[in-house]
């Protein structure tokens, strides 16, 4: 049976009749859509976060779960539309925006991700400096974020902060991140790694240090797709380029070497093997154009004035990261540490 593409489901959660209109935007009901992609591979939104999942006669084999709000209604989704159950969770990566919520899928799934999750995921230990935004919030000057210090971020995801529970923010638990709701994997990889279920094949393979170390891309051979979350990018620039503009080279020849047609991203515009080709383009580019204007004797903010990377105009963030990934890559170049940029999506 052929599937066309089409929006299943737009929004899950009902308001009460009449009072959408007072509500506060933070009550807005998140958006949601499962649409075909092609076969049986589908992607699911939450918002602008994105995953993608595959159903077969066995069940599904899903990504990112994203959070446990989600991950509820997805599970209901699926059991509703296909009866079957979750049996596979792949994570692109252990970020808390991607990855949290997955105990939901717990009952029927295994969980599978790059080794690097492990040590991410490890509890919080060594005694690194407070960051700045951190250091800003802490009124009593005590090296923590008390409960009533806490702010934006640290508010925001206070419990997923809060390794020990003990209501206090140490330094620690900052630098391993809000990461407290990840359901850890139950089966981890090095570098290439195939689940099999119900006649398909998903593949997923380890894309180095960009972004994070942990990242994976999901190749999913027979319905020539591929999905990556925050690494590929579908005319949208990265959110950085940390470590280094040579890990993001790496990754996204990684991903350009896999056969595919559809290039499936963890936020905003999907599109096909051409987007991946620009995104690695642009990463080529910017590197050339950087190391042209050191060798030419030219000052960074000279670098920045003159390297407008035309041909990536109509890409979002275009006008708003390209100069501060300029100065990552003149960073990196010229041998300084570039700027910390942890966090970037
Ligand atoms: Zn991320």
Not at 163 to 181: F, P, T, W
Request: with cysteine; net charge neutral.
């Amino acid at each position: 049976m052929r599937f066309t593409r089409l929006v299943l489901i737009l929004c899950s959660l009902v308001t009460a009749t009449g009072a959408s209109a007072q509500q506060p935007a933070a009550a807005q009901p998140p958006q949601r859509a499962i649409v075909n992609v092609t076969g049986q591979l589908y992607r699911a939104q939450n918002n602008n976060h994105y995953t993608v999942f595959l159903v077969t006669p066995d069940g599904v084999i899903m990504s990112d779960p994203i959070n446990r709000d989600f991950g509820r209604w997805l599970k209901a989704e699926i059991a509703t539309r296909f009866k079957v159950p979750v049996r596979y969770v792949l994570y692109t990566h252990r970020d808390w925006d991607h990855a949290s919520g997955g105990v939901v899928f717990a009952d029927t799934a295994e969980f599978v991700g790059h080794v690097n999750m492990l040590a991410a995921l490890a509890p919080p230990a060594g005694n690194p400096p407070l960051p700045a935004d951190a250091v800003k919030i802490d009124a009593n000057r005590n090296g923590l974020v008390e409960r009533s210090e806490a702010a934006g971020q640290y508010s925001d995801r206070f419990a997923m902060f809060d390794y020990n529970r003990d209501g206090v923010l140490s330094a620690a638990e900052i630098a391993r991140g809000s990461v407290s709701d990840v359901h850890p994997p139950t089966v981890t990889y090095t570098d290439r790694h195939t689940v099999t279920l119900g006649g398909k094949r998903v593949t997923m393979t380890y894309l180095g240090s960009a972004h994070a170390d942990d990242s994976s891309v999901l190749h999913f051979p027979d319905e020539r797709a591929v999905f990556s979350a925050d690494i590929l990018q579908v005319r949208r620039l990265p959110g950085g380029l940390a470590p280094t503009v040579g890990s993001w080279i790496d990754a996204l020849t990684t991903i350009t070497a896999l056969d595919f047609e559809h290039a499936l991203t963890g936020h905003a515009l999907s599109g096909t093997k051409k987007d991946a080709m620009q995104s690695l383009q642009y990463l080529l580019d910017i590197s050339k154009g950087v190391a042209a204007g050191i060798a030419a004797g030219r000052s960074l903010p000279e670098i920045q004035k003159t390297l407008t990377l035309d041909a990536f105009k109509g890409f979002e963030r275009w006008d708003t990261i390209r100069e501060a990934h300029i100065a990552a890559v003149y960073a990196t170049i010229a041998g300084a540490r570039p700027s910390a940029s942890t966090g970037q999506r």
